[in-house]
């Protein structure tokens, strides 16, 4: 695989066929550049509320856009490509499907125009759904892998790269088989763990659940998303779902057997160890923000009002700090008049962050 990060200023008219959060967020990006946006669904009540939000044109253009982007589902892209070739004789067509190989091999059955076609994914999103969840900014310096296929022109993948850098996104070209693995193992088999944790807590004890913090809210935030939608993802791409979690089945079969009548063994707890220990190297592997290894940030949590106006000023007191904060959470526990706020900040500048908070006086915990 390949990424590449040069600027473009992209295409000059794009069609987006599927106004949902991904789709629309791409016309915002787009218009954000200055590109003639129009926008099509097949529930127009949908495309007028993308319209609503500044993304584009309501309705099929009449001369060949440059790009056409179709956000639908996979089952249903191969067939919707094809009539796209067919009706715009020299527009290139890309989608945003979080499979690769089921909308190609698909648009292949339909008979399109291979060599005007760029299989593509945006690794960006949001648990809410829907146009009114969309941002101008979802794809800034995410990956966005392009599947062109042995037919593709240049020029059709240019046109298509030239889009996802007018969206601030990091091309990343892969085949099919690659991606499909890939997704399978960061977001796929992920999101089926996240909802079987999240299944646990429906019907379990409600002073169970109240006692909930972060940690089993971050575990489980992506379980929110559509389940219908997530049926058809998971369908289009399982034979590499199940060999992740068949690894992972394996990973926690030996952890039960370990925990199962626990007897303080070494053997039993090296079991545990050895998982725990492979778990930190994994998360250390994932990459940070701006590519690369992850960076190991500090976290610096501050005790904050629950009243409005203070995480406003949290934020304006590390800016005046000239601290830069790389990531943020709030921990509030409900009825309590404060919570907490976790921000995560490089390595050099915590103590700064620290002493100045302090100095005009946020509670900062050690």
């Known amino acids: 695989m390949s990424a590449v990060a040069e600027i473009d200023a ?22 954000r550049r200055g590109i003639e946006v129009h926008l099509v669904d097949r529930d127009p009540d949908i495309a007028r509320r993308a319209a609503g939000l500044g993304a584009g044109t309501l309705g099929w253009p ?7 982007v179709v956000g639908a589902p996979p089952g249903v892209v191969g067939s919707i490509v094809a009539e796209l070739h067919q009706r715009y004789p020299t527009s290139v067509v890309t989608d945003l499907a979080s499979v690769k190989a089921v909308p190609q091999r ?3 059955a339909a008979g399109h125009d291979a060599s005007r076609f760029v299989g593509g994914h945006p690794l960006a999103g949001r648990e809410r759904s829907g146009p009114h969840a969309a941002r101008g900014d979802l794809f800034e310096g995410r990956p966005w892998v392009l599947t062109p296929s042995p037919a593709t022109t240049p020029e059709s993948f240019e046109r298509v790269r030239a889009l996802v850098l007018a969206c601030d996104a990091i091309p990343v070209v892969m085949t099919v088989e690659q991606h499909d693995a890939a997704v399978a193992l960061v977001s796929h088999a992920p999101h089926l763990v996240a909802a079987a944790t999240a299944a646990r807590l429906d019907g379990a004890p409600p002073e169970s659940v109240a006692l909930a913090g972060q940690g089993v809210r971050d575990v ?11 049926v058809e993802i998971l369908a289009a791409n399982a034979d590499p779902v199940a060999a992740v979690l068949t690894a992972l089945r394996d990973d926690l079969s030996r952890v039960i057997d370990a925990l199962a009548g626990f007897d303080g063994s070494p053997e039993a707890s090296e079991v545990l160890r050895e998982l ?17 290894a992850s960076v190991r940030y500090v976290t610096v949590p501050v005790v904050i009002p629950d009243e409005p106006g203070y995480l406003a000023r949290l934020f304006t007191a590390a800016d005046e700090a000239g601290v830069n904060i790389e990531d943020v959470s709030i921990e509030h526990s409900p009825g309590q008049p404060v919570g907490l706020v976790e921000l995560s900040v490089g390595p050099g500048a915590a103590a700064t962050l620290i002493a100045s908070l302090r100095a005009v006086g946020w509670t900062v915990q050690d």
């Open 10 to 31: 992209g295409p000059a008219t794009l069609l987006v066929v599927g106004t949902g959060l991904i789709g629309t967020s791409v016309a915002l990006a787009a218009r």
């Open 62 to 68: 009449d001369a060949d856009p440059d790009v056409v």
């Open 106 to 108: 698909d648009a292949e």
């Open 220 to 230: 489980t935030r992506i379980a929110a998303s559509d389940p219908d939608l997530w």
């Open 276 to 292: 725990l220990v492979r778990g930190v190297a994994g998360r250390a592997e994932i990459p940070g923000k701006h590519g690369g």
